[in-house]
């Protein structure tokens, strides 16, 4: 190729041409031993389970009086939202299920790990385990093994395993739940039962066993009042025992918890009458005996009124505790794969084909102007030597 005229692309295909041997050798010789090396590589199969997340109520009858609580609550106890896919997840990604599987199945001699057993075997495993979410809401867990039979069964193991660990933890969550709400609800039953006692005890002292409707209006807007008031208090000693004084949320509880207690003492003392209110009286005006008979009447009407609550969440949550719904469907079941996932013996073998051409061809155009050439450095003479025994060696004529 001569260097004071323009190259034109059939120069670059008549080098191309006088070292098509060169090539045509090259990369049948890279190909066949590519091709060699793709049956050596062990085959490895895929075996693949889909699985439905049931569809759940929102706590039913649990929720509906949980939202009643408020949102704080309500979120304190994790009703109401759709987390069930998240859970699953965690439990499929956790080390726990990782290492039942690989002692199982002995995947730590498959993977031929000698030293760093645990660290190395969850790894080389978690490259094969994968779980996804599909675009329909499924979840579909698979396995890659060289045994299609073991990788069938790895993944049907997991999906028993992953509904096992999600009724364990249900179920603890459920405890804990039902032990909170216990305490509270036999509590309930003694308040109610000490303000009975105290009423029985006063209308047999003092022979009263009515109030004016006016002070029964009084008593009713207490009575809510001190309601909301102990259902805070109930949110705000939740929060604190769970998540501790600093959180917003128990900041949040705190300051309406002050809120109620201040505008009931505003009503006890009187202070809203004095906006026209026929309802609200100053107690410290009313006889003794009487502000007694409203402290007791209540009391029972407040804690009769909480009672409504907590004795239907209580047998609720005993019922959470009890029951073993499964949350999984299985809608595919793993099989044996019949058909290899890898090795992709063709795409292995086009792409070390087209690298190896990429690499030839710029060799080809080095070499063909080398030897064109005068070398300029004792480097390019020893290039030029190697590039003309290949030419003699490959019988290309220049």
Do not use: C
Request: charged share 30%; hydrophobic share 40%; proline share 3%.
């Amino acid at each position: 190729m001569s260097e004071n005229r323009t190259v034109t692309f059939s120069d670059y295909l008549s080098v191309l041409f006088k070292w098509k041997k060169f090539l045509i050798i090259n990369l049948f010789i890279i190909g066949l031993i590519t091709t060699g090396i793709t049956f050596l590589i062990p085959k490895k199969f895929k075996a693949t389970t889909t699985v439905m997340i049931q569809s759940s109520d929102n706590g039913g009858l649990l929720g509906s009086m949980m939202q009643n609580f408020g949102g704080v609550f309500s979120k304190a106890f994790g009703i109401g939202g759709n987390n069930s896919e998240d859970k699953l997840f965690g439990y499929l990604a956790s080390n726990q299920l990782a290492e039942k599987i690989i002692d199982k199945f002995n995947l730590v001699e498959y993977y031929e790990i000698d030293e760093y057993k645990r660290d190395k075997s969850l790894k080389a495993f978690r490259e094969d385990f994968v779980a996804d979410l599909t675009d329909n809401g499924f979840i579909e867990i698979s396995m890659i093994h060289k045994d299609p039979k073991t990788s069938a069964d790895i993944v049907n193991f997991a999906v028993e395993e992953l509904e096992k660990m999600n009724h364990k933890y249900a179920i603890a969550y459920a405890k804990k739940y039902r032990e909170f709400i216990e305490k509270r609800y036999f509590k309930n039953l003694d308040d109610v039962k000490t303000a009975e006692e105290e009423l029985e005890a006063f209308q047999k002292k003092y022979k009263i066993y009515a109030i004016p409707e006016q002070f029964q209006a009084a008593f009713a807007a207490f009575a809510e009042l001190e309601k909301k008031l102990s259902i805070n208090e109930l949110q705000r000693d939740f929060i604190k025992a769970t998540k501790g004084e600093k959180d917003p949320q128990y900041i949040q509880a705190v300051t309406e918890v002050n809120l109620l207690k201040k505008k009931i003492e505003e009503l006890k003392t009187g202070k809203a009458s004095a906006n026209g209110s026929v309802i609200f009286i100053d107690m410290d005006k009313l006889p003794e005996i009487e502000k007694e008979f409203f402290r007791i009447k209540r009391e029972l009407e407040v804690q009769s009124k909480l009672l409504e609550f907590t004795l239907p969440m209580y047998e609720q949550a005993v019922m959470e505790e009890q029951k073993n719904i499964p949350v999984i469907t299985v809608i595919d079941k793993a099989f044996p794969p019949e058909l290899k996932y890898s090795p992709k013996k063709a795409f292995i073998i086009l792409s070390v084909f087209f690298l190896a051409l990429f690499i030839h061809i710029p060799f080809v155009f080095r070499a063909n102007k080398l030897i064109t050439s005068t070398p300029r450095n004792d480097f390019e003479i020893r290039e030029q030597k190697f590039y003309n025994t290949l030419v003699k060696k490959y019988k290309i004529s220049l």
